[in-house]
């Protein structure tokens, strides 16, 4: 396999290239093949991402509360995020997986977001945690800044819970006067 172009898209060099290759190594073709997958890769990926992200809200987002780093982080933290970067670096055609889940041409979300969390341990295990920061901060810093402006906003109906509530508990019942189906 050649390791330049995912290198490339990454920006980060492996002194270590088994380490890349397992981080790319996903369990379908693992399993087939006695080689070890990304899964632990994944769990301490996830860890650091969590991390650095809060680290990250907290040095940059000054202003916001706990609870509105909390959401910020969540909202960036996730599959949908990750995935986002996997189709940015192209990471489909570098994902080693079986024949069944598209060998060359990786699709599924889930397996390409968990190959980003077991890239970022990859990185950290080959170097040091503030390559995995840049690696972090330079692929989400536009998704933090997106979410860190709308958290503050509330929808319609905790607007007027909050004002229903102002001055102690009240119960507050919904109830469905109708539905209506849209098309698909």
Not at 34 to 57: H, M, P, Q, R
Not at 70 to 99: G, M, P, Q
């Amino acid at each position: 396999m050649q390791y330049e172009d995912i290198e490339n898209k990454i920006d980060y060099v492996f002194q270590n290239k088994e380490l890349l290759k397992t981080a790319l190594t996903h369990t379908s073709y693992a399993n087939m093949h006695s080689v070890e997958s990304n899964e632990k890769l994944e769990y301490l990926g996830d860890s650091i991402l969590e991390f650095i992200t809060s680290k990250y809200l907290y040095n940059n987002y000054t202003k916001l509360n706990e609870g509105e780093m909390t959401k910020v982080r969540a909202t960036v933290v996730c599959e949908d995020s990750l995935y986002e970067i996997a189709k940015r670096i192209e990471l489909n055609k570098f994902i080693i997986v079986s024949k069944g889940e598209g060998f060359g041409n990786v699709k599924n979300k889930a397996i390409l977001a968990d190959g980003i969390e077991a890239l970022i341990a990859a990185i950290y295990l080959d170097s040091n945690l503030e390559n995995a920061e840049k690696f972090i901060i330079k692929n989400l810093r536009d998704a933090v800044e997106n979410a860190s402006k709308n958290v503050g906003v509330k929808d319609h109906k905790t607007v007027l819970q909050e004002k229903l509530q102002i001055h102690g508990n009240v119960k507050i019942e919904y109830i469905i006067v109708s539905e209506k189906r849209t098309r698909s």
